[in-house]
């Protein structure tokens, strides 16, 4: 069993950074390949980032490569998302999940866990 917590969403300018957090409960949070997903308003969930268990790998959607950088320290059981350069369209709920598995999948069926959510709000 894994809990998970986001924090760090908050309202920031367009142009701005935030770096969210998911720190996770247990003792097996280096097994868990981690994902970032999103939900903004009237639209479905979307993935966002990922990260393997071991942290050698990730993955980005196309709208969010070469702005945001998905992270992990094991040694804290916390997963991170530094988001630079916001835009407007990134507003949204951000979600972190975790997969009992080394690799990350790209649909959000496929993760065992799931936080609770942070927003983040970026005007323009």
């Known amino acids: 069993q894994v809990q998970l917590g986001e924090s760090g969403g908050r309202l920031v300018q367009a142009g701005g950074s935030l770096r969210l957090s998911c720190a996770a409960s247990?003792?097996?949070?280096?097994?868990?390949?981690m994902g970032w997903f999103r939900q903004a308003p009237g639209k479905e969930r979307e993935f966002v980032a990922a990260?393997?268990?071991?942290?050698?790998?990730?993955y980005y959607v196309d709208s969010v490569k070469g702005r945001f950088t998905i992270s992990r320290d094991n040694a804290k059981n916390t997963v991170y998302l530094q988001m630079n350069s916001l835009k407007p369209e990134d507003t949204a709920v951000y979600y972190c999940?975790?997969?009992?598995?080394?690799?990350?999948?790209?649909?959000?069926?496929?993760?065992?866990?799931w936080g609770q959510g942070t927003q983040v709000t970026v005007s323009s």
């Open positions: 999940a975790a997969r009992r598995s080394y690799y990350y999948m790209l649909d959000s069926y496929k993760y065992d866990y």
């Open positions: 990260i393997t268990s071991s942290g050698g790998s990730t």
């Open positions: 247990g003792r097996t949070f280096s097994s868990y390949a």
